[in-house]
Every structure is written in structure tokens, then in C-alpha cells.
């Protein structure tokens, strides 16, 4: 059974930082592209960043300069470092690999 896991979420101050753990069980991500997604109330799901398989990296505009997705496979765990948080970044992250998603993490940024 594949299970994924988000962690790193929490309440922080616009203009601070966040590091997101996406940990696999059952699997690990060699061979998967691996992306995170988020969920503003409200608001659709939208794409954040996108690791493939062959590690190369895409993120959303609204969040390019300010995130970095990377992976270790050895750990299978995949980062997703998140600096500059403004109020906009308010969200529950998931990850998603394959067919597979996690439960999310709440990410809260307060101006």
C-alpha cells in the first residue's frame, strides 16, 4: 500500500521561511515525477512544482524564485522550500506522485 505524508506546515509571519517534507511509504519516488500542488480556500487546486523523474525541476510563475522543490530518493523525501511567504501563499500543500496524494499540510502566512 502506497502512502504519502506531507509535513513542515505551520503558522509563520509574511516574509518568513517554510521547508515541506513529502515522505513515501510502500514506494519510493525513483522513477516518478513528484509535484506539489496547493489549495487556497476558496480557490482551486493549483500546480506549485514539479520534480521528474530525471530530477529536473518546473515551478508555477507565481512562486518561481521563491520555492525549491528537490528529492532525495534515498530518503524518499521530496522538499519543498518555500521562502519569502507572503499572505497569498496560504494553502493546503499536497504532494502528489502517480495516482497517490497525501493528506496536505496547512501552510498559514499572516501579513
Known amino acids: 500500500q502506497v502512502q504519502l505524508l506531507e509535513s513542515g506546515g505551520g503558522l509563520v509571519q509574511a516574509g518568513a521561511s517554510l521547508r515541506l517534507s513529502c515522505s513515501a511509504s510502500?514506494?519510493?519516488?525513483?522513477?516518478?515525477?513528484v509535484t506539489w500542488y496547493r489549495r487556497a480556500p476558496g480557490k482551486e487546486r493549483e500546480f506549485v512544482a514539479v520534480s521528474t523523474k530525471s530530477g529536473q525541476t518546473y515551478y508555477a510563475d507565481s512562486v518561481k524564485g521563491r520555492f525549491t522543490i528537490s528529492r532525495d530518493d534515498a530518503q524518499e523525501t521530496v522538499y519543498l522550500e518555500m521562502t519569502s511567504l507572503n499572505p497569498e501563499d496560504t494553502a493546503m500543500y499536497y504532494c502528489?506522485?502517480?495516482?497517490?496524494w497525501g493528506p496536505g499540510t496547512q501552510v498559514t502566512v499572516s501579513s
Open positions: 502528489n506522485m502517480d495516482q497517490y
Open positions: 510502500g514506494r519510493t519516488f525513483s522513477g516518478y515525477p
